[in-house]
T-cell receptor
């Protein structure tokens, strides 16, 4: 079974600085997808970024970028120029290749990293 | 605006009562999901449905039931058999197949005393 591990329960960053959140996963599949979700105090889950395993290029969305190391099964999230609004729980999630059936396409979440941003 | 609605935001029940949490989406998504979130546990999958009139148990289905009679709706019933029902419940939906991301509703906080 696939697992997702976020080894940092809490992280802190100074406003305008850069922070990296770690995520590792375990799978025997070669095709899959990885996601980072943000959950602010409102508790609304928001997609931050996604990565297809078959793509070697790391995904980027404005200030958010990932370092995807397929061989190491690592998927870290880098937040540049941190803002107060970035304070939230961040969840890493894995999704297997889904062939229109079965549970392999369901999301598997890590336990999350709580990010604090200091002004 | 397209999205997912969950109601109510806060729900209180006495122990021994069944309670139904509502989830509606107007995104025309085939797949819908229910998650439970507890402190320090991340999100755990309760039930999922990939198409109308079909649903499957997730990792923690005991004490819960669902129905999927309409594409837009996927209500979750927390039964009296659920030993620790107090939690935050999130509903999500997505297109089927591929790497489509899941979109989440705002959640329902259920407290059972």
């Amino acid at each position: 079974a696939q697992t997702v591990t976020q080894s940092q329960p809490e992280m802190s960053v100074q406003e305008a600085e850069t922070v990296t959140l770690s995520c590792t996963y375990d799978t025997s599949e070669s095709d899959y997808y990885l996601f980072w979700y943000k959950q602010p105090p409102s508790r609304q889950m928001i997609l931050v970024i996604r990565q297809e395993a078959y793509k070697q290029q790391n995904a980027t969305e404005n200030r958010f970028s990932v370092n995807f190391q397929k061989a190491a099964k690592s998927f870290s999230l880098k937040i540049s120029d941190s803002q107060l609004g970035d304070a939230a729980m961040y969840f890493c999630a894995y999704k297997g290749y889904m062939n229109y059936g079965g549970s392999q396409g369901n999301l598997i979440f890590g336990k999350g990293t709580k990010l604090s941003v200091k002004p | 605006d397209g999205g997912i609605t969950q109601s109510p935001k806060y729900l209180f029940r006495k122990e021994g009562q069944n309670v139904t949490l509502s989830c509606e989406q107007n995104l025309n998504h085939d797949a819908m999901y229910w998650y439970r979130q507890d402190p320090g546990q991340g999100l755990r999958l309760i039930y999922y449905s990939q198409i109308v009139n079909d649903f499957q148990k997730g990792d923690i289905a005991e004490g819960y039931s669902v129905s999927r009679e309409k594409k837009e709706s996927f209500p979750l019933t927390v039964t009296s058999a659920q030993k620790n029902p107090t939690a935050f419940y999130l509903c999500a939906s997505s297109s089927r197949g591929g790497g489509y991301e899941q979109y989440f509703g705002p959640g329902t906080r259920l407290t059972v005393t």
